[in-house]
């Protein structure tokens, strides 16, 4: 299994920015297909955005299209998810995760992962 560690989240106003880091500790992030979840109080788990270890391709929810996008920086071993434009309803726990052998976004957005973070709590309010 991979530690995740996820920071960035806060308090931010509706139409603001955050952005969020996945960092991880003893392994090369870019090894791993890396997706963002969210888990709002009373509804189900989201999975927002992935990238694939593959190709780069990336995926996301059609809640965020537009609005997210998620990226790496190899040198600093991190993937952000880039959240403009935000809305309350993006108000949840946010957090990163993968599987130590499989690559497939589709199949990891679908809950197939092995390691998550705890997660950062992101709140969209006035």
């Known amino acids: 299994q991979v530690q995740l560690v996820e920071s960035g989240g806060g308090l931010v106003q509706p139409g603001g920015s955050l952005r969020l880091s996945c960092a991880a500790a003893?392994?090369?992030?870019?090894?791993?297909?890396i997706a963002w979840f969210r888990q709002a109080p009373g509804k189900e788990r989201e999975g927002v955005s992935c990238?694939?270890?593959?190709?780069?391709?990336?995926r996301y929810a059609e809640s965020v299209k537009g609005r997210f996008t998620i990226s790496r920086d190899n040198a600093k071993n991190t993937v952000y998810l880039q959240m403009d434009s935000l809305r309350p309803e993006d108000t949840a726990i946010y957090y990163c995760?993968?599987?130590?052998?499989?690559?497939?976004?589709?199949?990891?957005?679908?809950?197939?992962?092995?390691?998550r973070g705890q997660g950062t709590q992101v709140t969209v309010s006035s």
């Open positions: 995760a993968t599987d130590s052998v499989l690559s497939s976004c589709t199949t990891i957005l679908a809950g197939g992962y092995d390691s």
């Open positions: 003893g392994v090369t992030l870019n090894s791993y297909t």
């Open positions: 990238v694939n270890k593959n190709d780069g391709g990336t």
